[in-house]
Structures are given as C-alpha cells and as structure tokens.
C-alpha cells in the first residue's frame, strides 16, 4: 500500500503542476525537466539520512550499506532528509526564475501540487504497514483486519494517515480561500509553512526511532522538527518580504 501511494500521490502531483501551469500560462516543460533534480535528491538524501542517523556512519562500510542507501527496505527514509532534498531542488528550480510574479505563480503551483498530493499518500499510508500512530485507548483507535500487520503489536493506535490527508486538505481550502478574498499571488509559500507545521504534529504522534531529540514538556522533539521549524521561519520570512514589496503599490 505504501508503494502504491507513492505511485499515486506523484501522479498527483504531476497532474496537477501540469494544470495549473497550463492554467496560468507558465511552461510545464520547464518543470518536466526539472524533475528529476526533485525526485533525486529526496530520494538520496532521505535515504542517506537515515543511514547516517542509524548506522553513525559517514560512508558506506560494506555493500549492505550501500544497499541501505541506494535501495532502502521498507521505505526507510528519514523526513528530514526528503524535506531538505525537496528544499535544494526548489532553491535550483527558482534560481532560473527572473521575475518575482512568475516565482510567486510557481510556490502556488507547487503549494497546491505537493499539499493536494498528500490527500491520497495519507490514505495509502493509512492502510499501509509504515506509518504506524501511538497507541490509544480512545474512540479514534483503528485496528488492522491483517493478521501479520505490524498494528497487531498493540490494541489500537491513531490512524495518522488520515489526519495526514485531513490536515493537508484543511491548509489547501484555507489558502484557496484566502487567494479568493485577497486576489493576492505568493500565498503559496505561506501555504508550506502551515503545511509544514501540520505535518509534524501528525509525526509527533508517530512511532518512529528519534534522532537528536530535545523534550519540551510531554513532546519530543526530533530532527524533523527541528529543520522543520527553520524551514517554516524561513518561508514566514518570505512571506512577509513579498508582501512588503506589494504594500506600496497596493
């Protein structure tokens, strides 16, 4: 299941950069060649850092280490890693942007494109075997109907997938709402702030090894939160940068 999803979340995610790209008169081609920079470096690098955080290790020992990079069983891939792929490949992407406008045109693009695609990845997650919730006893508990499920180790847990998909579809109607009442280009990238922040408080009630964690009450607190959260000032930051620029004139 969690294969599919991937399959299914990218197709979405292609789909919907081809229509609005076509929608708002920008170059799908130029996106299409730039993919493979996206699909590469989230891939090595949440591979990579997962090796890095479990092994300690700074190179690859032995073959079997090579393997865990190159093709990790069981999708072990560390969020921390794809997050900062995903980064550096939009930090190339917009280098080759001149004008502001047509950068804020593509963070709508690929706000709408990586939030809308969450939807299906969170339901396939859901039903898949790893991304499993912390155990409750509470009414929104889910049980799994296979019986060498890894869910079977406890009575029920959260069903994070879902709250994945809910939280995704909630952040995008909210920015889409908001660009219908301002009429205002470049919310997108105020869109992948809260994105961001709604997704690692479904990770925080995640079972997952934790890495660098810093316990702040009852939470604990991990790498993916901690890039996370420099990742969210950062696009705060260009949020309100752009909307200085368009006061002004406003």
């Not at 069903?159 to 280009?185: M, N, Q, T, Y």
């Not at 964690?213 to 607190?221: A, E, Y």
């Amino acid at each position: 299941m969690t294969g599919i999803g991937i399959v299914i979340s990218f197709l979405t995610f292609v789909t919907i950069v081809w229509y609005l790209s076509r929608r708002y008169l920008q170059s799908f081609w130029k996106f299409f060649y730039w993919l493979p920079v996206l699909i590469s470096l989230a891939y090595f690098l949440g591979s990579y850092s997962q090796f890095l955080l479990s092994t300690q290790h700074i190179l690859p020992m032995s073959w079997t280490d090579l393997l865990y990079i190159l093709a990790p069983y069981d999708y072990k891939f560390n969020f921390a890693g794809v997050l900062l792929g995903i980064l550096i490949a939009l930090f190339i992407f917009f280098k080759n942007i001149k004008t502001i406008e047509n950068k804020k045109i593509w963070i709508d693009i690929f706000f709408f494109a990586f939030s809308l695609s969450l939807i299906p990845f969170g339901v396939f997650l859901l039903l898949g075997d790893n991304f499993i919730g912390n155990s409750t006893s509470s009414f929104l508990g889910v049980k799994s109907l296979h019986s060498e499920s890894q869910w079977n180790k406890f009575d029920a847990v959260l069903p994070i997938g879902l709250f994945l998909s809910l939280g995704s579809l909630i952040v995008a109607l909210w920015i889409h709402i908001r660009w219908e009442i301002k009429k205002i280009r470049g919310l997108g990238i105020l869109g992948f702030a809260w994105l961001l922040v709604a997704i690692n408080l479904v990770i925080i009630i995640q079972q997952y090894p934790r890495y660098m964690v810093i316990s702040l009450w009852s939470l604990h607190l991990d790498i993916k939160q901690h890039l996370s959260f420099f990742v969210i000032m950062f696009c705060l930051y260009l949020h309100k940068k752009w909307n200085q620029k368009v006061l002004p004139n406003s």
